[in-house]
């Protein structure tokens, strides 16, 4: 199993960005997506979840800026970013995860850096 972060950079406070991860060798439609972030010296947080029948989870912190997605055609989730401040600077990893009837299953990718300035 592959699971492919793309689209962190460097933007300005306020500005936008749009994340992807692509998950190959799984049922991609059975797994619940979601986002978790890690800023340095910190604890990796939750930033949002999509579910298999698409229902939408919200950190407060990220509440009405971040908007989730998936593509099960494509086996990608997305998360549009906007209206980024500093304090989302951090390297964004991407979960996948099934409660299977016969044991759980998660793969977690590698992360991408997104780094806010003021």
């Known amino acids: 199993v592959q699971v492919v972060e793309s689209g962190g950079g460097s933007v300005q406070s306020g500005g936008s960005l749009r994340l992807s991860c692509e998950v190959s060798?799984?049922?991609?439609?059975?797994?619940?997506m979601a986002w978790y972030r890690q800023a340095p010296g910190q604890p990796r947080e939750f930033v949002a979840r999509i579910t298999a029948w698409e229902g939408t989870t919200y950190a407060d912190s990220v509440q009405d800026r971040f908007i989730i997605t998936r593509n099960n055609s494509k086996n990608t989730m997305y998360m549009q970013m906007n209206s980024l401040k500093p304090e989302d600077t951090a390297v964004y990893y991407c979960n996948a995860d099934w409660q299977a009837p016969w044991g759980p299953k998660t793969f977690w990718g590698q992360g991408t850096q997104v780094t806010v300035s003021s």
């Open positions: 060798e799984i049922i991609f439609r059975m797994y619940s």
